[in-house]
């Protein structure tokens, strides 16, 4: 009985486990997304203020090399920043396959347990018959006795 309470705590760990992964891994995502889309608007405010201090005394080569700045400053950040969701996919499946692979082994331990617990009952009651039936004629008298008094 112990052994169904222990496997039924490991399984409930390994689910917690797994939900708390996934919530870490979208609150990563999410932090550097933030992170990205703030960068990104200074980014852009630091090139706005620049056009706006210098709209009168930029020429035409001065504001294609300010733009490809800009650009090359946003492309810089796009790359390092944005997680990639297959990296996500990958790293959730590896979670809930390890998760299977420790639920699976909890079960399979917990049936080995079982078999050897049904084996040492069978044992007994082939080595001993006669007390297996009068354990289990006194039992059933009892539970009788019980059910008539509940009636």
Do not use: W
């Not at 790293?91 to 617990?117: F, P, W």
């Amino acid at each position: 009985m112990s052994g169904e309470s222990d496997s039924m705590t490991t399984k409930k760990e390994e689910e917690e486990k797994v939900a708390e992964t996934t919530k870490d891994v979208e609150e990563k995502t999410t932090k550097e997304f933030e992170e990205l889309k703030k960068e990104a608007a200074a980014a852009m405010e630091e090139a706005a203020k620049k056009l706006k201090n210098a709209r009168n005394t930029i020429d035409g080569e001065e504001l294609e090399t300010l733009v490809k700045n800009m650009e090359e400053t946003l492309q810089s950040l796009v790359p390092e920043k944005m997680p990639d969701t297959a990296e996500v996919q990958e790293k959730v499946k590896e979670v809930i396959h390890d998760a299977e692979e420790t639920i699976k082994n909890v079960a399979e331990k917990e049936a080995e347990v079982m078999q050897e617990r049904v084996e040492t009952v069978e044992s007994f009651i082939s080595d001993h018959p006669i007390a297996s039936i009068s354990i289990a004629a006194g039992a059933g008298f009892m539970i009788g006795l019980i059910a008539a008094k509940l009636r």
